[in-house]
């Protein structure tokens, strides 16, 4: 089957411009992640959505980072007048797990497989 | 509260063997190992749950210390696609991430 899927692969974006990155899960994958990778560096946790609710945001560097997944499926992550710190690898990853909370008894599963695309590269001149 | 990896860089000449730490400072769930190759997408390797467990997949097997919060990576008479660089996802509970810096394989025939 498809795994996740990216585009645009390449973007080059001048300073202040605004960008959209798609993201398509795996299909029926409940769970969403985005990352962002600076060059050697390993992947950092952006942002998390359960089917269309987004649940975590606390990884996105500030408020020019927005995040949508209206529909439960495919998660756009937009910036905001871009800068040259945005520059970056920024990776999706889906996976069929329902939320566990923070892991404590009273609904815990087996922590499941996040399946990555191949990464948006974002440029910022 | 990103995990430690070591070693930063190792070199292997085929067949020979390496370990890959990777430590946290906190208590972990769960702990996931990828291998990500330059330019492409990192790549599900196996995930380790609290309670001391130990898994192997090929000749790559790991095991994960709960009391130690430490995990590491044994990969055992490499193969020339064994090179990349290996990443530990460290999970506290609710499914995102945290990952290490990454340690850089390259096995040479």
């Known amino acids: 089957g498809a795994g996740v899927s990216q585009s645009p692969r390449y973007k080059v974006a001048k300073r202040g411009q605004d960008v959209a990155l798609r993201c398509d899960p795996i299909s029926g994958h409940v769970s969403l992640f985005w990352y962002q990778q600076a060059l050697g560096q390993g992947p950092e946790f952006l942002t998390y959505f359960q089917n269309e609710a987004q649940l975590d945001k606390s990884g996105l560097p500030s408020d020019r980072f927005f995040a949508e997944r209206p529909e439960g499926s495919v998660s756009t992550l937009k910036i905001q007048r871009t800068q040259q710190e945005d520059s970056a690898v920024y990776l999706c990853?889906?996976?069929?797990?329902?939320?566990?909370?923070?892991?404590?008894?009273?609904?815990?599963?087996?922590?499941?497989?996040?399946?990555f695309g191949p990464g948006t590269r974002l440029t910022v001149l | 509260q990103q995990p430690v990896q070591s070693p930063q860089a190792v070199i292997l000449r085929e067949g020979e063997d390496a370990v890959i730490n990777c430590s946290s400072s906190?208590?972990?769930?769960?702990v996931h190992w990828y291998r990500q190759k330059h330019g492409e997408a990192p790549v599900f390797l196996m995930i380790l749950l609290k309670g001391g467990e130990q898994k192997g997949h090929d000749k790559i097997s790991a095991s994960f210390n709960e009391k130690k919060q430490q995990s590491s990576l044994y990969l055992t008479a490499s193969q020339l696609s064994y090179s990349g660089t290996y990443f530990c996802g460290t999970e506290m509970g609710g499914g995102k991430l945290i990952f290490g810096q990454g340690t850089e394989l390259s096995v040479k025939p």
């Open positions: 990853a889906s996976s069929h797990q329902l939320d566990r909370g923070n892991g404590l008894a009273g609904g815990e599963q087996a922590p499941d497989t996040q399946y």
């Open positions: 906190k208590a972990l769930y769960s």
